[in-house]
């Protein structure tokens, strides 16, 4: 059974940035499209960023050219660094392999003053 094991989140103060990280156990990154995701107390999970195999990055309107998603396939690790935080940047962040049932456990990031 593959695994994903976010890490970075913390409590940050507006402006400041948060670089997250995920490391997978038991299934190549290489072959996959890797994503994202947040959800915030009483709101839906939506994706934040997605790169492609071939290292094609795209984002929500939201967290755009503040965020940036990389990807290193030799350590099978996904990146998400975050800059300009903003409250409502607060939320549960989720690594997640496109097109399967694998998702990381979530890492908390909250952004105040």
């Known amino acids: 059974q593959a695994q994903l094991v976010e890490s970075g989140g913390g409590l940050v103060q507006p402006g400041g940035s948060l670089k997250l990280s995920c490391v997978a156990s038991?299934?190549?990154?290489?072959?996959?499209?890797m994503r994202w995701y947040r959800q915030a107390p009483g709101k839906q999970r939506e994706r934040v960023a997605e790169?492609?195999?071939?290292?094609?990055?795209t984002y929500a309107e939201s967290v755009r050219g503040r965020f940036t998603i990389t990807r290193d396939d030799i350590a099978d690790a996904l990146f998400l660094q975050m800059d300009n935080l903003t409250p409502e940047d607060t939320a549960v962040y989720y690594c997640?392999?496109?097109?399967?049932?694998?998702w990381g456990q979530g890492t908390q990031v909250t952004v105040a003053s």
């Open positions: 790169i492609t195999v071939g290292g094609t990055a």
């Open positions: 038991r299934i190549n990154f290489s072959g996959f499209t």
């Open positions: 997640h392999v496109f097109e399967t049932e694998y």
